[in-house]
């Protein structure tokens, strides 16, 4: 199993990025896909979410409006489109894969920092 997160980097405050997070050695189509962050001396949070049947998605409020989660199961890859970046949201993001609680995997995280 790999998650293999890409896209991070340094932007202005204001600006965007989007993270890509390529799956392989499991069914990505069955599993729900979420995006994390960490940043130094916090716990892990959730930042977005998509699940494996309907698509449904659900955000946390600090990134509602400005972040959207997207999934390609025919290139299983799963998106973080994030725009209006803030200096709140550098972080260490992660990529995760869980399916019904039952399997669960990481990948090794990509740095975002938003600084002028």
């Known amino acids: 199993v790999q998650l293999v997160e890409s896209g991070g980097g340094l932007v202005q405050p204001g600006g965007s990025l989007r993270l890509s997070c390529a799956a392989s050695g499991f069914t990505f189509s069955s599993y729900t896909m979420s995006w994390y962050r960490q940043a130094p001396g916090k716990e892990r949070e959730l930042v977005a979410a998509i699940r494996s049947v309907g698509g449904s998605t659900n955000y946390a409020d600090s990134v509602k409006g400005r972040f959207t989660i997207s999934r390609d199961n025919a290139k299983n890859t799963v998106y973080l489109r994030m725009n209006s970046l803030k200096p709140e949201d550098t972080a260490v993001y992660y990529c995760?894969?869980?399916?019904?609680?039952?399997?669960?995997?990481w990948g090794q995280g990509t740095q975002v920092t938003v600084s002028s």
């Open positions: 995760n894969a869980d399916y019904w609680r039952l399997a669960n995997h």
